[in-house]
């Protein structure tokens, strides 16, 4: 909770530390707005930004805030209180379930690679020991303090430390900070290895990087025992929590959805709409209005005002599922939407900005399509901030009995049980479909053929065993990482080396990027 008492004259709201109240995240600009109270008790707020200021839900450029309105500025809400009475709670994105202190580089098959903090003693009896912090809010001092340190002049939860996503804010508790030879009195955001001082010893919050392969035996409702599995299951987990954009992989029928799913149901947001949409099932001439909505009278069959994916997701998750099947004229109001936040209903030019987190999915390969010219290299890069594979059913055998007895389990009235031979016949099968064909097939023997199951029961259909993906061919002797490796060395060429107007051009941030050109061997 965030408490702060409106003084007389002017409060500045923003990202700065000279900002009476500093957020740390990246959609809050370094001076967002302004709240001026008078000696009549009138409180007008200004908004000085380019994400936007809203009261009570609407984006304002001024207004007079009245007691108990609502004020949003990027992912924190603030609620005013005139009247005497207890404060209420100021919300940010992090869900307590779900906290995030980390900030996650980039994530791939291989693992994961994020910025975590430590906080570092600089002088006295504990000098340089490095104290890992794990939680988003974390109390220090001695005694009952989270971090325990015996140092002198701490006393018991001395400060706070308030960490998102690899961002540092300090808050005095029961004792003293000084920074620069001044008096921290309330939150302040700390730059990296920036010294202050407690009690009589001086500190540095030290940022560094660190790569994991996570492991994890389930997922929402997704299960699995080979290696394979257990390393998405880890990436999906430690993903869920983070509001960047994930691009799941694979081919049609590993589940994609259902990861889209359990990264809802596990994220800061679990409360809010799940809105899925399918990419490839909207025509070209409809893709604007049905993700962006449309004015009333904007084109013809347009009888009403309609709210189109992005406002039905607000609050919640938006999953666009077959992104690769974007026409080439949708795709740049897209990347509009998703690096700006902003949406335009069709035939309106007033601007919205819903509160949704994205995730796509695609059984094509996106940068054999960024190559061939038919899909926008800026907007794949926007998309992979965070990707995941899922990988075909037959690349995971090991897998197959234990997905079979969960699907037949569900069978209604009496689950169904599979017989030796049967199975055999099953861990044999190729499994062109995946998940999908395996749940078919034993539905469609539990149907015909009772509730146990044997090899005569058993039918793959010619169908089934003939698919052709959809996925355009890669040239086989060019490896995705190898593509990729082009792109980036491509945009840095343009740019004459510059790693952040390179950044910028692909839409990545720039610390996503170096991690990008550090894993593909770039870095010069």
Not at 56 to 81: E, T, Y
Not at 166 to 174: D, E, H, Q
Not at 240 to 266: I, N
Not at 364 to 374: H, P, S, W, Y
Request: net charge positive; with cysteine; proline share 7%.
């Amino acid at each position: 909770m965030l408490e702060y008492r409106l003084r007389l004259g002017r409060t500045v709201i923003g990202r700065a530390d000279f900002c009476d109240v500093a957020l740390p995240d990246d959609h809050v600009s370094r001076t967002h707005c302004f709240i001026d109270r008078n000696r009549e008790g009138k409180v007008l707020i200004v908004d000085r930004s380019r994400h936007g200021t809203f009261l009570n839900g609407k984006r304002i450029k001024n207004a007079i805030i009245h007691d108990g309105d609502r004020v949003d500025v990027a992912n924190f809400s603030f609620k005013l209180q005139l009247k005497p009475g207890p404060v209420p709670s100021t919300r940010s994105t992090p869900h307590p379930r779900n906290p995030v202190h980390e900030q996650i580089l980039g994530g791939g098959p291989d693992g994961i690679e994020t910025i975590q903090l430590s906080l570092r003693v600089l002088d006295g009896p504990l000098a340089g020991k490095a104290t890992p912090i794990k939680l988003p809010d974390t109390t220090v001092g001695s005694g009952d303090s989270a971090v325990n340190l015996n140092l002198p002049g701490l006393v018991p939860q001395h400060f706070r430390l308030l960490v998102n996503q690899g961002r540092t804010i300090i808050l005095p508790k029961n004792g003293a900070v000084t920074l620069d030879h001044r008096r921290i009195r309330g939150l302040f955001p700390l730059s990296p290895g920036e010294t202050f001082t407690a009690g009589e010893t001086s500190f540095q919050v030290v940022p560094y990087r660190k790569e994991e392969q996570p492991e994890s035996t389930s997922f929402h409702e997704m299960i699995g025992v080979s290696k394979a599995m257990r390393r998405v299951f880890g990436l999906l987990h430690r993903m869920a929590a983070h509001p960047e954009t994930v691009l799941l992989t694979g081919d049609s029928g590993t589940g994609k959805e259902l990861a889209a799913r359990g990264l809802h149901a596990y994220s800061a947001r679990p409360d809010g709409p799940f809105v899925a949409i399918n990419c490839g099932a909207v025509t070209e001439s409809l893709f604007e209005s049905e993700l962006f909505g449309h004015e009333k009278g904007s084109f013809t069959g347009a009888t009403s005002r309609r709210d189109g994916a992005f406002h039905q997701a607000d609050g919640g998750t938006l999953f666009l599922d077959e992104v690769g099947e974007i026409p080439l004229s949708a795709q740049p109001k897209l990347l509009r939407a998703l690096e700006s936040g902003e949406v335009r209903r069709v035939g309106s030019d007033r601007p919205s900005f819903p509160d949704v987190r994205v995730i796509a999915a695609t059984n094509r390969n996106l940068i054999a399509d960024v190559e061939r010219g038919t899909y926008r290299e800026d907007l794949y890069f926007r998309l992979a901030v965070l990707t995941v594979r899922l990988p075909p059913l037959k690349e995971r055998p090991e897998d197959i009995p234990v997905l079979a007895a969960k699907i037949c389990s569900a069978f209604k009235p009496v689950p169904a049980q599979i017989s030796d031979k049967a199975m055999k016949l099953l861990l044999a099968h190729t499994w062109p479909g995946n998940v999908r064909e395996l749940r078919n097939v034993l539905t469609r023997a539990y149907v015909l053929g009772g509730h146990y199951i044997e090899p005569d029961t058993l039918s793959f259909t010619p169908v089934s065993l003939n698919t052709i993906s959809r996925s355009p061919t890669p040239d086989p002797d060019v490896t995705s990482e190898e593509a990729e490796r082009t792109l980036c060395r491509a945009a840095l060429h343009r740019h004459g080396g510059n790693r952040a107007a390179a950044a910028r051009e692909l839409g990545l941030p720039r610390t996503t990027f170096i991690y990008k050109i550090r894993r593909l061997g770039l870095e010069q």
